[in-house]
C-alpha cells in the first residue's frame, strides 16, 4: 500500500457544466414550504444556487485545499483522502484529527493550520 500525493484539480470544462447546469434550472412551485415541512426550502435553493452560479469561487477555493499535503490511497479497496502536515514548534505532538459524516477534513482546517 502505497500512499501518493496529488493536487485538487477539478477540470475546467466541468466547472462550466455545473455552471451550464445552475443556468438551466427549470424551478418547481414551491407552496407553503416556508418551515420546509416538504423539503428544501425553494427560496433558500435559489439562493443557493443563485451563489454557485455569480459569487462562489472554486479556484479559490481549491488552491486553499491545496495549500495541504493531499494524500491517497486506497485499503481494503476503500480509497482514502487524507492531509499530512508535520506539526511546528521545538517540540510538536502527533495527534490524527479525524471526521464523521457529513464533515470533511475541510472542517478542521483551521486546527491543521
Same mark, same amino acid.
Given at each position: $500500500?502505497?500512499?501518493?500525493? #496529488? /493536487? !485538487? ?10 455552471? &451550464? ?8 412551485? *414551491? #407552496?407553503?414550504? &416556508? %418551515?420546509?415541512?416538504?423539503?428544501? =426550502? %425553494? *427560496? ?12 462562489? *469561487? ?6 486553499? $485545499? =491545496?495549500? #495541504?499535503? =493531499?494524500?491517497?490511497? +486506497?485499503?481494503? @479497496? $476503500?480509497?482514502?483522502? #487524507?492531509?499530512? +502536515?508535520? @506539526?511546528? @514548534?521545538?517540540?510538536?505532538?502527533? !495527534? !490524527?484529527?479525524?471526521? %464523521?459524516?457529513?464533515? /470533511?477534513?475541510? *472542517? ?6
Amino acid at each position: $500500500m502505497q500512499a501518493e500525493s #496529488f /493536487t !485538487i484539480a477539478i477540470p475546467e470544462e466541468k466547472l462550466q457544466d455545473l455552471r &451550464e447546469r445552475l443556468e438551466r434550472i427549470n424551478w418547481a412551485p *414551491d #407552496f407553503a414550504n &416556508e %418551515g420546509w415541512a416538504y423539503g428544501v =426550502n %425553494g *427560496d433558500y435553493l435559489r439562493e443557493l444556487a443563485d451563489h454557485w452560479l455569480h459569487r462562489y *469561487d472554486w479556484r479559490a477555493h481549491e488552491a486553499e $485545499m =491545496n495549500a #495541504f499535503a =493531499n494524500y491517497r490511497v +486506497e485499503i481494503e @479497496g $476503500m480509497p482514502i483522502h #487524507f492531509v499530512h +502536515e508535520r @506539526g511546528k @514548534g521545538p517540540n510538536p505532538i502527533p !495527534i !490524527i484529527l479525524s471526521h %464523521g459524516w457529513p464533515w /470533511t477534513y475541510w *472542517d478542521l482546517r483551521h486546527v491543521i493550520g
